[in-house]
């Protein structure tokens, strides 16, 4: 009876110590959540703060570009890969990193939305196009599908076209857009076209708003190639490389030696550009943003910003 009278004070003051350890790790606990979830909220912020930052910076770069495209306007009356717009900003210093950018012209590509000119498709458009299929070896009947997709009505054009009734069977199911191409990116939309086809056509195709003609200044011979039937690999680069370049005009451009047996529409060619991609890098500490604005300068040297991305996806 007296061993137990002596033990129980012991027995209790473990109890409240296990209860104390208890308490201790639990709040314990307790802080370190606070803790992580006060630093996950300290780095949320400081990257929107960057993020904010970062776009500061694409606009002055933006600005940047519009100066670039208005006094290359103001000094000659074409546009080349020779003029000042291609020169790259040099890596620039800024506070906690650098940025960097370029301009690229778009109107030495070919223009999606020429396919069909005011409703209806254009021949020698829907020639070229296949015509670069054939070259990247795609195959050329999906220009069919291409129509089908942005023309008004829900007529197929068999046996390749593609409407409504053939992307309803895709799961998830959608519509085809009807309406000219927004963005390159829609190709992966169309029916038939693969990841791989999409990257292939990437470097020789844009999107506008309107009937663009192609500069022959700035294509490039896989461009050129497409012009007509019938021209060689070594004879479009001839043609890239003709001794007039860069062309004052198309006419002259047409009676370079480079073109001799060669017929093509002189309204579907330009030596002016209105179309341009701005593309650059920020980088601030561990983060860094790519970004791309497509740019259009008009005739009087307004440049208006027509869509602006996060990463690589507006080439073209």
């Given at each position: 009876?007296?061993t137990?009278?002596f ?12 209860t ?10 307790a ?7 006060r630093?996950m ?24 570009a519009?100066q670039q495209l208005?006094?290359?306007?103001a000094e ?16 620039t ?10 301009i690229?012209?778009f ?18 458009d829907?020639?070229r ?6 070259y ?15 023309d ?58 309107a ?19 019938g ?30 047996g ?26 860094a ?28």
């Amino acid at each position: 009876m007296h061993t137990n009278a002596f033990r129980r004070p012991d027995y209790q003051q473990g109890i409240a110590l296990i209860t104390v350890l208890l308490v201790l790790a639990v709040v314990t606990v307790a802080l370190v959540a606070m803790s992580s979830d006060r630093q996950m909220d300290i780095r949320r912020t400081q990257n929107q703060v960057r993020a904010i930052q970062a776009w500061s910076y694409v606009h002055g770069l933006e600005t940047w570009a519009e100066q670039q495209l208005r006094t290359d306007l103001a000094e000659n009356g074409f546009d080349a890969d020779s003029d000042n717009w291609s020169q790259p900003l040099p890596v620039t210093s800024i506070a906690q990193g650098n940025i960097e950018a370029g301009i690229i012209e778009f109107q030495g590509r070919i223009h999606l939305n020429n396919l069909l000119v005011e409703g209806q498709a254009s021949d020698p458009d829907v020639q070229r196009l296949k015509r670069l299929f054939v070259y990247l070896d795609i195959k050329p009947e999906r220009v069919d599908a291409m129509l089908d997709w942005i023309d008004s009505d829900m007529e197929i054009r068999y046996p390749n076209g593609a409407e409504d009734e053939t992307y309803g069977r895709i799961s998830p199911p959608y519509r085809s857009a009807n309406s000219p191409f927004s963005d390159v990116s829609e190709l992966l939309q169309v029916q038939g076209f693969s990841q791989e086809d999409y990257e292939k056509l990437l470097p020789y195709v844009y999107v506008a708003n309107a009937y663009e003609p192609l500069n022959v200044n700035t294509a490039s011979p896989e461009v050129l190639r497409c012009l007509a039937d019938g021209i060689k690999k070594n004879r479009a680069e001839s043609i890239h490389m003709a001794h007039g370049k860069p062309f004052e005009n198309v006419e002259d451009f047409l009676k370079d030696e480079a073109m001799v047996g060669i017929s093509v529409d002189k309204k579907s060619l330009a030596v002016t550009s209105k179309h341009f991609l701005l593309s650059g890098k920020i980088n601030m500490g561990s983060n860094a943003w790519m970004f791309q604005s497509q740019l259009r300068r008009d005739g009087d040297g307004v440049v208006t910003v027509i869509k602006r991305k996060r990463g690589n996806t507006l080439d073209g």
